[in-house]
């Protein structure tokens, strides 16, 4: 018999999303009449913007001349989009980043699952809760997570931060010390976001105990706040110990097109090793880089036309997020999120998340996500999203107000 890699048996039973898209299909099978309104949504839905539209086609008119044709692209990616995310993205914000300390990829999500294995078998690891489930998921197949406990949702071996209307959505310190602490700002589920000072103790943390933080900034674009910075960088001694993802997923609508970088500076050591220079290595050997026909349509996003149009989409979508908060609040739901980030995190009161979302399927036909399915502090929260169209935002708001 072949032998697996036993650790993907632990990963408990159905994804999230299949779980939720079985229920939703099983109530309309059984309410043909209701009018569903997703707003679960975790995917943009405008169509891609003109300027990203004309590169993608400039780049597919140039793979079909001899004289433009281009291959395999390079290992960290074209140095026309490393330099000008360089300037653009850190530079003119006064941080610290080299084009050659940025790699191109096909989006955040391959990055943040696939950098734990730079790290020993046995690093700790310590995940703000609750959050995006790759980072956990992809440790629980690498088998560093220890055993899943169903009662309580949790693995043996991971250090988990809660985040919660209690301490407001800020984790403290871990008592035990992590290796490789992912946090996430903006949060995806919460919304939430911390500021410099606030990350400021975590870089110092990390810092003085030898940690790396792994810092997801994928909706960097949907920041408001002056406070809440764009980049870790941005906090001084993050060069030191810390790695940034980004992605053109949810600031320019490449969900589908795949398009995001990981910055690692030359400055994140362990001992003599180069954390850079593994990544480097990796990057040459198992490339998950992107081809020129995407880097090519990144750049669209810094041209000034280009920029103008997909500012106006994550407006869009904010639009309905703040829409979303504003209605929930006003009737007396306690909510945070839509400020900075699409996401809007209401708390279920005594219901449990599930409850909850078999309580606004079959009252409002409304389709959020369950908070408990981003880690055991999301349980009695739920996650609605500014993804969907804003006539089917004001219908939902309408119809939650109604419950009332
Ligand atoms: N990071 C976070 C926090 C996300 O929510 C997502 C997608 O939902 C990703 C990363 C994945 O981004 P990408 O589409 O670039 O893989």
Redesign the pocket.
Known sequence: MIKINDNYLKLPGSYLFSTIAKKVSAYQEEHPEAKIIRMGI?DVTLPLAPQIVKALHEAVDEMGQKDTFKGYAPDLGYSFLRETIAKADYQERGCRVDADEIFISD????D?GNIQELFAADAKIAVCDP??P?YVDSNVMAGRTGEYDPASETWSDVIYLPCTMDNGFFPELPKERPDLIYL?NPC?PTGTTWTKDQLKVWVDYANANDAVILY?A??EAYITTPEVPHSIYEVEGARTCAIE?R????NAG??GV???FTVIPKDVKSGDASIHDMWARRHGTKYNGAPYIQQKAGMAVYSPEGRKEVKEQVAYYMRNARTLRDGLKEVGLKVVGGVDSPYVWLHTGEMTSWEFFDYLLDKAHVVGTPGSGFGPSGEHYFRLTGFGSYEATKKAVERIKSLA
């Open positions: 975790g989006g955040a999500k391959c943040c959050v995006y790759v996430c995806n997801d994928a909706y993802f992605s053109f997923s949810k490449f969900t795949r398009l995001g």
